[in-house]
């Protein structure tokens, strides 16, 4: 099974901080990475797919890169909806596998 | 509007069974992969199972393989859930997730439904 892990697992961040989540699989899944947001007590939200591709509907301020094993998650000007948690998912092969989640609190 | 809404969960027993539903709505139904993703009390997301668009197939997490059983109603826009044999650690939300063409993406997620599993 593919493992992807997350870092931070943890982030504390104010209004307005540019902050960056890291995601690391341990083989190779090409660009087949996606990115959820969870509110608490919410169902994930779909962010990114395919690495770099913004979800309809999501702000422009959330952005993804990364190919191979190394990918980020980007939020350049946090507002204060943007806190929640953050997963990682890859879909190169199965079983579907997710991130730990990175926990993103207001400082 | 894509609507998903989870049903059927509950309190059961080791050892017992429960069945979960999904009714589908704003999408056609019959097009798309569709899975199921639980989470347990205060962890991550855990992929469980998805089935093809015409039923023909699904995949399952080892954990769940033999015990489980996903289906699906296309004419009702249904997805199920037969889950046997349960155990402690079955104790999750279960989310019903539409997949994003034919790939592995979920891109719509119902609002989940408890199951519980303690003597």
């Known amino acids: 099974d593919i493992q992807l892990t997350q870092s931070p697992s943890f982030l504390s961040a104010s209004v307005g901080d540019r902050v960056t989540i890291t995601c690391r699989a341990s083989q190779d899944i090409r660009n087949y990475l996606a990115w959820y947001q969870q509110e608490p007590g919410k169902a994930p939200k779909l962010l990114i797919y395919t690495a770099s591709i913004l979800q309809s509907g999501v702000p422009s301020r959330f952005s993804g890169s990364g190919s191979g094993t190394e990918f980020t998650l980007t939020i350049s000007s946090l507002q204060p909806e943007d806190f929640a948690t953050y997963y990682c998912?890859?879909?190169?092969?199965?079983?579907?596998?997710f991130g730990q989640g990175t926990r993103l609190d207001i400082k | 509007e894509v609507q998903l809404v989870e049903s059927g969960g509950g309190l059961v027993q080791p050892g017992g069974s429960l069945r979960l539903s999904c009714a589908a709505s704003g999408f056609t139904f019959n097009n798309y992969w569709m899975s199921w993703v639980r989470q347990a009390p205060g962890k991550g997301l855990e992929w469980v199972a998805s089935i093809k668009p015409d039923g023909s197939q699904g995949l399952y997490v080892d954990s769940v393989k033999g015990r489980f059983t996903i289906s699906r109603d296309n004419a009702k826009n249904s997805l199920h859930l037969q889950m046997n044999s349960l155990r402690a650690e079955d104790t999750s939300v279960y989310y019903c997730?539409?997949?994003?063409?034919?790939?592995?993406?979920?891109?719509?997620w119902g609002q989940g439904t408890l199951v519980t599993v303690s003597s």
């Open positions: 997730a539409k997949l994003r063409d034919s790939s592995t993406i979920f891109d719509y």
């Open positions: 998912q890859q879909r190169n092969s199965y079983p579907i596998t």
